[in-house]
């Protein structure tokens, strides 16, 4: 296939052969080499097969392979001759980030900075397959799966200022646990409030710098040194399951003989397995932000236990990475309602969207861009720019570039810890097999692919954390 250099930052892939659109890739000459190594173009292009897709298929600057979609690839369907794919979610449905803000500084904590990362390790199981501390009835998991976030808030896990400060406001109201398999719920019941293992975290960081002063106090980001934590799971073995449940029903009805991929494995947006799938999927949307509402609470605690107070422990956002949403975008200068897939990508709307909480509407989204262990991450606002660009999205974190068989292969968990510590970083991690797989070597230069999401408008920088402690599972 040929890829045309556009810009300095953007690359395309024609419409030819049963392409409905174009594919566009955002990235540097470096990135846009890493991404040639594997499957990422030819998925790019895959994606621009599918039935009522809009304008382009879009390629995010961390992107890698993935199931069907690239990870990093968004694209935007018509709701009436479009489809919904489970691949272009992802399994772990609603991965995502939460951050909380601190008034405490660097020097405040550093005398127990072990201990509080100890506690947090007792406070939030962590691992794969590890239960959580709430055991669940399937009648309240229900209740859950329809209420997100706002369920575990009238449980007394944080404050209404949380939700208003969650992407859907922690509850995607499309949801429902009817189509729900009972495999999927008895993964769910035990799982609520874990971390999980791969490249899930929970780090107590610092801001390290700040880009933009003013939007950075906005978001309650005031000096360099100031104590962030930042949680990131997401719906765990109930996610996973309800999209390998689907994938399996989608491919009985519909035959996949008629994609480029298997993988592609799709319905129409408004069929009823399409409908099925999309209300399981705001059901799983919700469980995940539950599961971070409570990591979140438990957090606060352990500060206010270990370090006398929890005051100024404000949520500064929380946001969706693997999700599809039915959002208003402009396609060919008429506003239309279309089904955005957003697969490790993460949603980056500019000033004045009214799905922006208040506190941030005249600034823009936060977006939040994880980094890998022992490496920066990064705060961002969203753009007026990105809706023409990428459907309003961007990055959603540094990509990796190596299995984890081959990180295994080349690493050890307890050289890297020991890396950290001379860094001055505290890691607890629940195997070492875990810590070693997910070596930031693995992983591609978050700097890079965040300097490419500013350089494109997909997103602004607004300030630079690095982590001071980091738990793994």
Not at 44 to 51: E, G, I, T
Not at 82 to 98: A, Q
Not at 106 to 120: Q, W
Not at 404 to 422: C, P, T, V, Y
Request: charged share 25%; aromatic share 8%; proline share 3%.
């Amino acid at each position: 296939m040929e890829l045309i250099r556009v810009s300095d930052y953007i690359w395309e892939i024609s419409k030819t052969g049963e392409m409905k659109v174009p594919a566009r890739i955002y990235a540097s000459e470096k990135l846009i080499e890493l991404a040639k190594r594997d499957q990422t173009l030819q998925q790019a292009r895959n994606v621009a097969c599918l039935p009522g897709i809009q304008r382009m298929s879009y390629v995010m600057p961390d992107a890698h392979q993935g199931y069907g979609f690239p990870i990093g690839g968004v694209a935007a369907f018509d709701l009436d001759e479009g489809i919904i794919s489970p691949g272009g979610v992802g399994y772990d449905i609603n991965c995502g980030v939460r951050l909380l803000r601190t008034d405490f500084k660097e020097s405040d904590i550093t005398a127990k900075r072990k201990e509080l990362l100890a506690e947090i390790f007792k406070e939030v199981p962590a691992g794969v397959g590890k239960s959580g501390v709430t055991k669940l009835s399937r009648s309240v998991l229900k209740e859950i799966l329809v209420k997100g976030a706002e369920w575990a808030v009238e449980q007394g896990y944080g404050t209404v200022e949380d939700l208003e400060r969650t992407e859907e406001r922690g509850r995607m109201k499309d949801a429902t646990w009817e189509f729900i398999s009972e495999r999927a719920m008895e993964r769910g019941i035990p799982q609520l409030g874990t971390l999980g293992a791969g490249n899930h975290f929970l780090e107590i960081q610092k801001v390290d710098e700040i880009y933009d002063p003013e939007v950075a106090k906005v978001f309650g980001i005031e000096e360099k040194g100031q104590v962030l934590v930042m949680i990131h799971c997401g719906s765990r073995g109930l996610g996973h399951q309800i999209a390998t449940d689907f994938i399996e029903l989608m491919e009985h009805k519909f035959g996949y003989k008629h994609l480029p991929d298997r993988e592609l494995i799709n319905a129409p947006f408004k069929s009823d397995l399409g409908q099925q799938y999309y209300r399981s999927m705001c059901a799983a949307v919700n469980y995940a932000f539950a599961n971070r509402q409570m990591i979140a609470h438990w957090v606060r605690d352990v500060f206010a236990r270990v370090m006398g107070s929890a005051k100024g422990m404000h949520q500064i956002y929380d946001v969706c990475h693997n999700v599809a949403k039915v959002e208003k975008h402009i396609v060919n200068g008429k506003e239309k309602l279309l089904c955005i897939h957003r697969k490790g990508a993460t949603r980056s709307f500019g000033p004045g969207r009214p799905e922006i909480p208040a506190v941030y509407r005249a600034v823009g989204q936060p977006v939040l861009i994880p980094g890998s262990m022992g490496t920066a991450s990064y705060i961002l606002v969203g753009t007026k720019e990105a809706e023409e660009l990428s459907f309003s999205s961007t990055a959603h974190g540094a990509g990796r570039v190596m299995s984890r068989n081959e990180a295994l292969r080349r690493f050890r968990g307890e050289q890297i810890r020991d890396e950290l510590a001379r860094k001055g970083v505290e890691l607890k991690a629940t195997s070492w097999k875990g810590v070693a797989e997910e070596a930031s070597a693995a992983y591609k230069d978050v700097d890079e692919v965040v300097r490419v999401s500013h350089e494109t408008k997909l997103g602004k920088l607004v300030a630079r954390v690095v982590p001071i402690g980091v738990m793994k599972g």
